[in-house]
């Protein structure tokens, strides 16, 4: 039930499509939803992130969808960019205020140019 | 700026041997974290802290240890080390702010470590 399921594992897309990254989870007390960009040799860092209480939310060329009564949601990125190519997890957190992440797996994304 | 620093950077050792890591923040957090990252596994966690003299253990913690003696600092030991424990480790730190279950973690650049 802490698990969250990421998929693909890796993805190849050319420049300008849109990748789609999907993340689903079982336990209903997660309440918070981000998602981690991650560079080669580099740490992971906040791209975006969602509550349960809205259905959709855009930062830019990202955006994530939340289907809560699914237990789905998904970030996609617009007009991908070369430059978008790195992995990404997604996570949750539940909110019992233990500031604690369950990731997902990552997913490998290539932008070709 | 604020900044979260790991040491070293990259590591080998051998089977057997006591590897500490290091992990230093800035930013005073009170929360901080240490996790493994491995293909196919994502990021696991290993062990976290709220707060100074607090530890607990996260869902890959055999075989490892931490122990938090002032807010900037939370180095994460290795008593024995296996071969199994040769993998991309990530600290990371976040703020506690009452009455809000979630903060945005801050991530460390990883130390890649080597178990011969």
């Known amino acids: 039930q802490q698990q969250v399921k990421q998929s693909p594992q890796s993805l190849i897309v050319q420049k300008g499509g849109i990748p789609i990254i999907n993340c689903a989870y079982e336990?209903?007390?997660?309440?918070?939803f981000p998602w981690y960009q991650q560079f080669p040799g580099k740490g992971p860092a906040l791209l975006i992130a969602?509550?349960?209480?809205?259905s959709e939310k855009k930062e830019g060329r990202f955006t994530i969808s939340f289907n809560k009564s699914a237990k789905q949601f998904s970030l996609h990125i617009m007009d991908s960019q070369p430059g978008d190519s790195a992995t990404y997890f997604c996570?949750?957190?539940?909110?019992?205020?233990?500031?604690?992440?369950?990731f997902g797996t990552g997913t490998r994304l290539k932008v070709l140019a | 700026d604020a900044e979260i620093t790991q040491s070293p950077r990259h590591k080998i050792t051998e089977t057997g041997r006591q590897v500490t890591l290091a992990c230093h923040q800035t930013?005073?957090?009170?929360?901080m974290f240490w996790y493994r990252q491995d293909l196919g596994h994502g990021l696991r966690l290993i062990h976290y802290?709220?707060?100074?003299?607090?530890?607990n253990k996260g869902e890959v913690s055999d075989g490892y240890s931490v122990s938090r003696s002032n807010t900037e600092d939370l180095p994460l030991t290795l008593e024995s080390a296996a071969s199994s424990q040769t993998s991309v480790y990530f600290c990371?730190?976040?703020?506690?702010?009452?009455?809000?279950?979630?903060?945005?973690?801050?991530f460390g650049p990883g130390t890649r470590l080597t178990v011969l």
């Open positions: 990371a730190s976040s703020e506690s702010a009452p009455g809000r279950s979630y903060n945005e973690q801050f």
């Open positions: 336990n209903t007390a997660f309440d918070y």
């Open positions: 969602i509550r349960p209480d809205v």
């Open positions: 996570a949750a957190s539940m909110a019992s205020g233990t500031y604690k992440y369950i």
């Open positions: 930013w005073n957090h009170n929360n």
């Open positions: 802290s709220y707060g100074v003299h607090d530890t």
